[in-house]
């Protein structure tokens, strides 16, 4: 499978015209399965009562949110669009899908993509991300995730994660501009993120509603946001479980590294 980009055409009404979409455009990535109907492809999580119909849905292959950031160019007239998407897949503990063996996949991974050329018919990654635990027992499955950049080029994806020794907690992961790259993947080159930081420490089961053919819903979103007063720091909500059989949202600032750049107009009030 492979993501597709729908643009939107003259979103001004230009010369009387409505708005209308194109698309979609398909981009390359490596290799992923959709495995929305594998309830192998649903996170476990401690505590779960239910075997298999227990399992936390994870949506896997489901493209979860996307933005379009401008990257900094010295030509203020000069826009340099960028394209960021994030989603779950299943995988090995290599964090791969080897399409010759697709049982060996046992753990969920996040990927995210930045892409560029979007006013071309052949937009490309031009960097992304694979995030995943190599772990060889019990690994932590990340489901739900959300992506933001700022002005700078940071990148923060958070999401929610699981094991089965663990219960349902909120994560962050972070890239800061100069970070080193990672190997690559499939041909594509990848960036590698800082350790994770945990915005939760949950210590409670989730057992809510059993479904058979699906696994337990969890929350379809998650949010991580742009904070326009400096269009530097981040501002994540994501899901944990705090008390038993519920769930919650935890609200988390991101702050950007040092030297913040100057932002003309700060917000007040």
């Known amino acids: 499978m492979a993501p597709g980009i729908c643009m939107v055409q003259n979103p001004g009404f230009k010369n009387g ?3 209308f979409l194109e698309g979609p455009i398909e981009v390359k990535v490596p290799i992923y399965t959709e495995s929305d109907e594998n309830l192998d492809a649903n996170a476990p999580a401690k505590g779960n009562l239910g075997g298999i119909a227990g399992r ?3 949506l896997s292959g489901r493209l979860m949110n996307a933005h379009i950031n401008i990257v900094p160019n010295s030509n203020p007239n000069d826009k340099d669009f960028r394209f960021f998407t994030t989603h779950a897949v299943f995988v090995n503990n290599n964090g791969v899908v080897d399409p010759n063996n697709l049982n060996d996949r ?7 993509y930045k892409i560029k050329d979007l006013a071309t018919d052949t937009p490309v990654v031009e960097l992304m991300g694979n995030i995943f635990e190599d772990a060889t027992n019990n690994p932590r499955w990340f489901y739900m995730p959300s992506i933001m950049t700022n002005k700078r080029g940071d990148i923060v ?3 929610s994660t699981s094991a089965e020794n663990q219960f349902i907690d909120a994560v962050c992961f972070r890239r800061f501009v100069g970070d080193p790259s990672g190997p690559s993947l499939e041909g594509f080159p990848t960036g590698k993120m800082r350790e994770p930081v945990f915005l939760t420490n949950a210590d409670a089961s989730y057992n809510y509603l059993f479904d058979s053919s699906q696994g337990q819903r969890w929350g379809d979103y998650s949010n991580t946001s742009l904070d326009f007063c400096d269009n530097m720091t981040m501002w994540t909500i994501q899901e944990f479980c705090p008390v038993t059989d519920g769930w919650g949202c935890q609200v988390a600032e991101v702050k950007a590294p040092s030297p913040i750049p100057p ?5 007040s009030n």
């Open 17 to 19: 015209q409505r708005p």
């Open 56 to 58: 936390i849905s994870t």
């Open 106 to 112: 046992d753990r969920m991974a996040i990927r995210w």
């Open 157 to 159: 994806v958070c999401s």
């Open 263 to 267: 932002f003309p107009q700060p917000c």
